[in-house]
């Protein structure tokens, strides 16, 4: 037996010699963190998933409590080995320490295609190797291609879902089900019913339509739409519950059918659909359209439409397109709040977007067609950007086609630079493919075009804090901020019952009138409060006002009065008779005055009353209450 002293000896000679061996090693460097958390640091040629990747990895550490960190490295220094690298940089970083040393680290290597995910002690009950093993071996099918994005952003939720004590392996069997499907030359190929495939905005069609399983004719004679919504309801899951992948099925929309050739889907994903789907739900019905919001997992809601001939078909493409998940990812919320479904969800969530959703195409309208008559418009060379920006809407809104639709925004707005409202939508798109690569430049073309686009300013600052660069340019835009004049673009205000929202734009020292058209969409009564509209001109201090009030005097009432709106104390202040006002309907006001401050105001080009000012205007104040309106206004 080796006495106490040999055994000093051995860790001293130990010791020593791991001592020589170390000074001939390379010194690895580690990269300084990030300024602020959740760390993330990107040095490799995938940049367009930054944006992304921040926001997953702040709502999960909001909703977990655990710090989870994201390196992205183009290589990793000579010599150095991942594995090893990854634990000596979460404690270089000292990740978890402000967690209760609860902390996860995704460290990416582009060159070597790899992903190590280093969980703390105190996760490794709660997150085991099988558990983050499975991601590392499902990265080599995403990595280098165009799902790297879906990748990550389905890896960080599927930890967060973890840490809320969900079910394991569920967790893991849908994370690699709801995947987009790698390549695989094992499927066979379907192209019947498949003629828009030849769209020049349909991209990788042989390979997408490789992946897609035929059903036989007689099989498909099953899934036909019924004239009970509910029936089709109960085909459509019992569909996906088979884990078919044959989107030429009459039970859905021909816009969705071509959303289904978009995205294939894996026999494992449809059959988790149909789980989500399995659930009691609450059907509500307006004309021809339904929707169908169901009461248990949190899961998109089904919106219907019935055609021509009387038969009840799901429209998926709306679904994805008006919809969108909260961020606790708890429940569902529209993603556009003016769309035709909109009747099913609360009102205080109703309101205009800009540009508004399209219109329905009629049911007997072919959508295929559609598209083939405008890309023949295209190649004829007589496309204009009006052509481009029609297309973009039936690829979003009818297939769900994002790219497609991205790219033919793209050369709508290389024709007409200038339209901020398109680029607005290109923005909301961009985050929905998601790539976010053309996001700043399209922020900085509306604002050279409109200045004072308050809602462009305000978004764009959140991005590049997002992003975490250009912290001069975020202070210049703030500063911007504090003295905007009135938007050329229309904008919206609205606010829950009893509440009162505002905006305030200064105005130009040589404007003298200013014009606005008005629309009150809603309104939401209280009994404490008259649901109303007010613009009003205002002193530097804000305490002079002059202006209209449009009202809603009467509990359940529709009709707008209009009031003149003062705190001077003048004659010549009451108005003409004016006759009541629709809801929704659009109305011209006139706000005029000059030097000697005489002020008067028109509406729908009448003059309805004249004072004198005991200031000089120099900002303009729109707000409402109760309710909502849409504003657009002009010198």
Known sequence: ??????????????????????????????????SERPYFLNTSSLRSINEVAIGELQRARELTGIDFTMVLLAKLPDEAELEDYAAKLYSHWRIGRDTEEKGVLFLFAESEGELKIEVSYALEELYPDGFVGSFQDSLKHYYAGRYFGDFLSGMITAMLRRARQDDMQSILAEFSDRLPLPDSPTRRSYSGGAGVAESGFFYEKDRKLGLIRALEETTRENFGAHADPRETIRRYVEYLGKGYNDPFIDLITEGSQYMAMEYPKSAGFQKGAARDFAGDYELTFQDDLAVAQFKGAPVMPLLLRRYPDGLWRIDVTKSWAYCQFTNDLEKTKPAFADHPWMFAWPEELRHPEFPATPKLLPGEVKIGDEIKALEAQIQSGGATAQTYFKLAEILYFECYWIRGAMDALEKGLEL????????????????????????????????????????????????????????????ALKKRQENLSYPATPFYLNCPPATRVKKTFAIPPETHAIEIEVTHFKHLWHPRTHPSIRIVLRDAGENGAFGVDLRIEEEGGDDLALLVDTDDDQAGLVPLSVPPIPRGETRHLVLRWKDDRTARIEFEGREVARGRLSYDPVKLTTSTRSGGATFVIRD
Request: glycine residues 4%; contains cysteine; charged residues 25%.
């Open 1 to 34: 037996m080796q006495s106490k002293r040999s055994c000093l000896l051995w860790a001293w000679a130990g010791l020593l010699f791991a001592g020589c061996h170390s000074s001939d090693e390379p010194e690895v460097t580690f990269p300084e963190p990030p």
């Open 416 to 475: 007409e630079p200038s339209n901020i409202l398109q680029r607005k939508r290109l923005i909301a798109f961009s985050y929905r493919f998601p790539d976010l690569s053309r996001v700043a430049h399209h922020y900085e073309a509306i604002l050279k075009y409109d200045p004072n686009d308050g809602d462009a300013l305000r978004t764009y600052i959140w991005y590049l804090e997002q992003h975490r660069s250009e912290p001069g340019k975020v202070a």
